[in-house]
């Protein structure tokens, strides 16, 4: 990949993002680099270091492997001889130095620039930067995949790792880029923008040039346009981003598929997971014999972690309808089976509580059976609950979390 020659014109715009084949993607006055990851963490680190071989650029991600795939890429673009040519002042040691006194380093940790002050450090999420200064801090894909996004546990990991990590070691000149897709509003750049600081959107290339001091730009380019045209993006709506690469028929065809993750993956708009965790209404029974034959009796139990966490407990009755659905796995009609809830306890009573009106209620609406989550205090829970019924308990782990469970 290299550069043929860089000519200055005079026009008053901009420019536009444009991409040649086995090309760098480059857009407006200063050539930046574009196109998600091949740009943020890849291209644009590398044209920094090249236009200022002194500046500190930390890359982090979910995972230190995930970074330091970012960090090999940038040094393979720093060793190649058009870079050499175009940025003679900037490049790496010859050796692969992990560490050694006086030598400039070079690993899939970190690089140093020979002769400078600049350097690349990449680390995952929750790693430290204890004693360093970040001049250019690049954040791209800080969540791992839908679960991750869904789960509130990895999500308060996230947001507390980058404000008393990442950006306690910026300084006032210091710049941020965040690149992710948005899995759930309530991720790091939903925070961001919930917390007070300033977010502007761009809709002129005006607006480029008149960024206020300390201000984040949101800049989101949907797949399929919905909202008006702009300077910026001035597609209508219903047009694609990239028509002979994903045309709308193949964008719509994948909203059909999945209407939430299309909002996730291509239109930037995670919206509520609370609102999307159970999308329709539960019905209700009055008459049990309405839903077909009786099975059998069985409970489910989530115990308490720890915090403001909720015990909840549930006792039901499995019924096989008379009518049949399709089982597209087995490939087999197969009846229908209903699970009526009977009871339930929802409650933030300690286990000294729970290990007596739980049992109590097991026991009260006849349970054969009783499914006790033992994540954390649920296996010592389950010990003393099958002391006090007369079902047959057992003791389970549960992976994912309750969100990401219920939305995939």
């Given amino acids: 990949r290299s550069i043929i020659s860089i000519e200055p014109i005079k026009h008053k715009a901009y420019g536009n993002c444009i991409q040649v084949e086995d090309g760098i993607y480059l857009v407006g006055r200063?050539?930046?680099?574009t196109h998600n990851s091949e740009g943020s963490s890849r291209m644009t680190p590398a044209f920094i270091l090249g236009l200022d071989p002194n500046k500190k650029i930390c890359i982090g991600s979910y995972a230190a492997t995930i970074a330091r795939d970012f960090n090999r890429d940038v040094q393979r673009i720093i060793d190649t001889p058009e870079y050499r040519k175009l940025f003679p002042n900037t490049f790496l040691n010859g050796s692969n130095v992990v560490t050694m006194a006086n030598t400039y380093l070079r690993n899939s940790d970190v690089i140093e620039m020979v002769g400078k002050k600049g350097s690349l450090r990449v680390?995952?999420?929750?790693?430290?930067?204890?004693?360093?200064?970040?001049?250019?801090?690049?954040?791209?894909?800080?969540?791992?995949?839908?679960?991750?996004?869904?789960?509130?546990?990895?999500?308060?990991?996230?947001?507390?790792?980058y404000t008393t990590v990442v950006r306690t070691r910026l300084h006032n000149e210091s710049q941020e880029l965040i690149v992710f897709t948005r899995w759930h509003e309530d991720d790091l750049i939903g925070r961001i923008e919930k917390s007070g600081e300033k977010v502007i959107d761009i809709k002129t290339w005006e607006d480029v040039a008149n960024i206020p001091p300390g201000a984040w730009v949101r800049i989101n380019f949907e797949a399929l346009k919905t909202s008006a045209p702009t300077e910026i993006d001035p597609r209508q709506p219903g047009e694609a981003l990239w028509?002979?690469?994903?045309?709308?028929?193949?964008?719509e065809?994948?909203?059909?598929?999945?209407?939430?993750?299309?909002?996730?993956?291509?239109?930037?708009?995670?919206?509520?997971?609370?609102?999307?965790?159970?999308?329709?209404?539960?019905?209700?029974?009055?008459?049990?014999?309405?839903?077909?034959?009786?099975?059998?009796?069985?409970?489910?139990?989530?115990?308490?972690?720890?915090g403001d966490d909720y015990t909840f407990s549930a006792c039901y009755d499995i019924y096989m309808s008379g009518n049949e659905v399709f089982n597209e796995k087995l490939r087999r009609w197969e009846p229908i089976l209903y699970a009526l809830i009977t009871d339930m306890e929802y409650t933030q009573e300690n286990t000294e509580v729970t290990a007596v009106t739980i049992p109590a209620m097991i026991n009260r609406n006849g349970t054969q059976k009783a499914w006790i989550e033992s994540n954390n205090g649920g296996a010592g829970f389950e010990k003393l609950v099958t002391k006090k019924v007369r079902a047959i308990t057992e003791?389970?782990?549960?992976?994912?979390?309750k969100e990401s469970r219920i939305i995939t």
Avoid: M
Avoid at 30 to 33: D, E, H, K, L, S
Avoid at 136 to 153: A, C, F, R, W
Avoid at 294 to 301: A, D, E, F, I, K
């Fill in 243 to 251: 028509e002979n690469r994903h045309s709308r028929l193949k964008l």
């Fill in 395 to 401: 003791a389970f782990y549960q992976g994912g979390n």
């Fill in 123 to 161: 680390v995952g999420r929750g790693g430290s930067l204890t004693s360093k200064t970040v001049d250019i801090s690049i954040l791209d894909d800080v969540y791992k995949d839908y679960s991750e996004g869904n789960s509130p546990i990895v999500r308060n990991a996230a947001w507390k790792w």
């Fill in 30 to 33: 200063n050539f930046v680099p």
């Fill in 253 to 306: 065809a994948q909203k059909a598929l999945d209407p939430v993750q299309f909002q996730c993956l291509y239109q930037g708009n995670p919206g509520s997971a609370e609102g999307r965790l159970y999308q329709h209404s539960f019905k209700t029974w009055i008459e049990k014999k309405d839903w077909g034959t009786y099975v059998r009796s069985g409970n489910y139990t989530d115990v308490a972690d720890e």
